[in-house]
């Protein structure tokens, strides 16, 4: 059957372009256009905070701030230790190589997810496994995961090998998408089970809960990002979190240069990452901070206010968190109810034509050139997923009345 490209009716499908930008457009109560996917919001202390690191000339890899939003992101968080980072990615890389992987080992983690993931594991010199997705929490399925090893794996003197190619399977990187957690209880026991680390990717998702717990302290160690389009900001940076007082000692040596202290030698005693956050970023983060819980606030109330006006809509719904956890929303997620690339790409192209900043998920990370080689499951259900994911707009402004309130 062919697409009717003027009215954007579809098929069999009663999917109806025009009435489900109807729906997102009664939710933007803006005017303007372009709405963009996800915007910063600064309107609490950064300005103050950036301009006391210019005045003071603490701007670089040393000042108060950094300690500051060290301290703060461990309490948000509920774990004894961060470590802040430049980027994300790098946090993603040191926390591999904290977990000990190396050169030849294979890393676990979920075909749907951005290409951070899969280069940190790069960057170590190992090779990335990829595992398909559960389209309940849009993470890794446990218990496909388990099948997958149980299929391809052993544990053999204390470590998990893939029988197939020989290598260790060092370690498992769960990523939590667009906010929404994956199943950590199971994805612990299967870790546990093959002798596998667990390492938390959660970019994504600072002030999710998981079980009443926040994300970030399920794994040995867990990567944060606070790149512009994070639910909060530090123009570019990244975080680790740990509970293991020795990993976030290692971790914080080898993100600043591995320098041992001293007044004025220069001693490295290992090759080391020039990883730090500059303090004008951590002091922007520090004032970011304080606007989390706002910010979590407006995107649920956000995401509240697209779930109800996608009632009427027919042919796709908007994701929602299981009732034992509570996303960020970072990204609202709407779903086709059935896999249509054609029709996701048409509907995009209908949301662009009207000024709305949609966007498809990331393509498969077992389809990206440099890693199609890479060894993986079968991979179906995350395919499957990629055919109707659509992010919505979802800056914080979006779920804030005019008083900055969240508003349902
Ligand atoms: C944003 C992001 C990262 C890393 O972010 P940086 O841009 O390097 O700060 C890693 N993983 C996921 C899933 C992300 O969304």
Known sequence: MLLNRDSGQLRSNSFDVERTIAAIESVIAVETRPVSLHEPQ???????????????????????????????????????????????????????????????????MPALTFVATANAISYCGAVPNFCDSDPETLGIDPGKLDEYLKSNAEVVQGQCRNRTTGRRIAAVVPMHAFGHPTDMDALAEVAARWNINLIEDAAESLGSRYKGHPVGQHGMVSALSFNGNKIVTTGGGGAVLTHDPELARAIKHLTTTSKQPHKWAFLHDQVGYNYRLPNINAALGCAQLERLDEFVAAKRALAARYIAAFQDVDGASVFQDRSDCESNYWLVTMMLDRPDPALRDQFLEACHARGLLCRPVWTGMHRLPMFQNCPRDDVSQMEALEGRIINLPSSPILGMGPSGMAVS
């Open 42 to 108: 600064f309107r609490g202390k950064e300005w103050e905070y950036v301009k006391e690191t210019i005045d003071s000339g603490w701007v670089s890899s040393a000042g108060k701030y950094v300690d500051e939003f060290e301290r703060r992101l461990a309490e948000i968080c509920d774990v004894p230790y961060a470590v802040a980072t430049m980027n994300g990615t790098a946090a993603l890389h040191v926390c591999l190589m904290a977990a000990g992987v190396g050169a030849n080992d294979e890393v676990l």
